[in-house]
């Protein structure tokens, strides 16, 4: 490998009010030991010291701005208009790479001079207040959990974090979406993009190896426990269900896993709705879920809530266990 020329890494980090975070996962970048990376970080006008960590990494970050964006996704679309590199990944602010993942992206990516996309493993960690330290939560790096699927991207963790693009791919596939119909913020544009990645056949390459850290805790978007949140990424995953199984000639296993996702989704929907006592909209998705999908989604309406009740029962009784 010597005298090869490594690709270009670029590293897109959008930021509002991250003083708490921002620096480490600046610090994740800097210190991969891989000379051809650049930084860019997409600030959304923060208030708080968010701009003093910025500026006092200014030297290592080839492109910054801080101006009021309305969308994480948003801000990535600039960041990735921005970019120069070989391969292009985003970071969000509260996370962090793991040492080394460069190398093997790059060598990776090397090695497959036609791959699209390159995957690598990721975690979701928590910090336990107790102790003062980071807990596993969940982990996925075997190329199983990692690859590129239907069945991962709807029910395991999407993991925009641990892929890194071509330009090449963004071409084909287009940016990605930052606001619904409404002009809202959307929080499943990465679900969607890599349905859209996939259904394009872009060539994807798989690394089992742990690259990427997630940070769950109360100020996620989809760990922070936001009823409102969850309801309108609940809606958003119906809607892209329903989109992708009429635009799309899908494969048999990939309509499966869709019909299966948009009853998962609408049942879980409709349980929010029963719990708050909205049932005018709890008979809405129902009818709707009936017309849709038919027979499996009366299927589904009795399996989801025994899954969810099962999950709840084990994790309790993990829990337990753990006290002694």
Request: proline share 3%; aromatic share 12%.
């Amino acid at each position: 490998m010597q005298g090869t020329v490594l690709p270009k890494i670029s590293v897109i980090i959008p930021v509002l009010n991250g003083e708490k975070f921002l620096e480490k996962a600046i610090c994740s970048v800097l210190d991969q030991d891989y000379k051809n990376t650049e930084l860019i970080i997409l600030d959304a006008g923060s208030t708080d010291s968010t701009l003093d960590i910025i500026k006092r990494y200014e030297s290592h970050i080839r492109y910054w701005h801080s101006k009021p964006d309305g969308s994480a996704y948003k801000a990535i679309n600039l960041g990735i208009e921005q970019s120069t590199g070989d391969l292009i990944a985003q970071l969000m602010a509260d996370d962090w790479f793991e040492p080394a993942i460069f190398q093997k992206v790059a060598h990776a990516f090397l090695d497959h001079p036609d791959a699209e996309v390159i995957s690598c493993g990721g975690r979701i960690v928590y910090y336990d207040e107790n102790v003062k330290q980071y807990k596993l939560r969940s982990i996925y790096t075997s190329k199983q959990q990692i690859e590129l699927n239907f069945h991962n991207v709807c029910f395991g963790t999407p993991a925009m974090s641990t892929r890194f693009f071509t330009p090449l791919l963004i071409k084909k596939v287009g940016l990605m979406i930052p606001f619904d119909s409404l002009g809202n913020h959307i929080f499943s544009s990465d679900r969607e993009f890599l349905l859209r990645i996939i259904v394009n056949h872009c060539k994807s390459i798989v690394i089992s190896h742990l690259g990427h850290t997630y940070f769950a805790h109360q100020g996620s978007a989809t760990f922070g426990k936001n009823h409102k949140n969850t309801l309108k990424i609940l809606q958003e995953h119906r809607i892209i269900a329903k989109e992708y199984l009429t635009k799309y000639k899908l494969a048999r296993k990939q309509r499966f896993v869709l019909v299966n996702w948009y009853n998962d989704q609408s049942i879980r929907f409709l349980l929010f709705k029963l719990i708050a006592g909205d049932f005018s909209a709890a008979c809405s998705v129902a009818a709707e879920g009936v017309k849709e999908t038919k027979l499996s989604w009366l299927i589904s309406l009795i399996f989801v809530p025994v899954k969810i009740m099962a999950r709840r029962i084990l994790g309790f009784l993990h829990n337990k266990r753990a006290k002694f």
